[in-house]
């Protein structure tokens, strides 16, 4: 048998993809909540993408008190870094959507497009991760954590204690999953 080629599928994932099959036992009210979520979560990365290329590019946004344009000026105004990657180990990384340091101050941000409400908690990694990466002890720099989220801005001073119990965790933790990788091998 001579397959059909699908040239222009390679890469993509349908919505109703054989591997998340939990979709053939929706009804018709499932299926548009989960769709709609869906579209909403490729709506906020495609805004990720925008700021990114703005802040990147040194593009301001008229002064509002909208999302993106707090987000965008803010991060241009405190010469942040879009997208950067904070590396403690291959078991803990993550990407920051902004982050900069400059004079004692550690400053991440974080540009939220739902609506569900979120937590600083993911930041204060961001932070950990930071200090570990830069051997930074959290006692002797600033830390303001920011999210941006339904036009509004919440502001965070992180706590030194808290930063440095998730430093610790991530050491022991990520010595743990290496005694259970080679465990495993």
Request: contains cysteine.
């Amino acid at each position: 048998m001579i397959f059909n080629k699908h040239i222009t599928l390679t890469g993509k994932h349908a919505f109703l993809t054989p591997s998340k099959y939990h979709w053939i036992r929706y009804d018709d009210e499932k299926l548009d909540r989960t769709f709609t979520a869906a579209m909403a979560a490729q709506r906020g990365t495609e805004l990720h993408e925008l700021a990114n290329n703005l802040i990147r590019l040194g593009v301001k946004l008229p002064r509002n008190q909208k999302t993106l344009n707090m987000y965008v000026n803010d991060a241009l105004g405190f010469r942040m870094t879009p997208e950067q990657i904070l590396f403690y180990s291959e078991n803990c990384f993550g990407t920051a959507d902004t982050v900069s340091f400059r004079k004692g101050t550690l400053r991440v941000s974080d540009l939220k497009t739902g609506v569900t409400p979120t937590s600083v908690h993911q930041l204060e990694i961001y932070a950990s991760l930071f200090c570990l990466e830069y051997r930074m002890k959290p006692f002797e720099i600033e830390i303001e954590l920011r999210i941006y989220q339904n036009d509004v801005v919440r502001i965070y001073q992180a706590d030194p204690d808290v930063i440095a119990h998730i430093m610790d965790k991530i050491i022991s933790f990520d010595k743990r999953i290496k005694i259970l990788r080679e465990e495993a091998e």
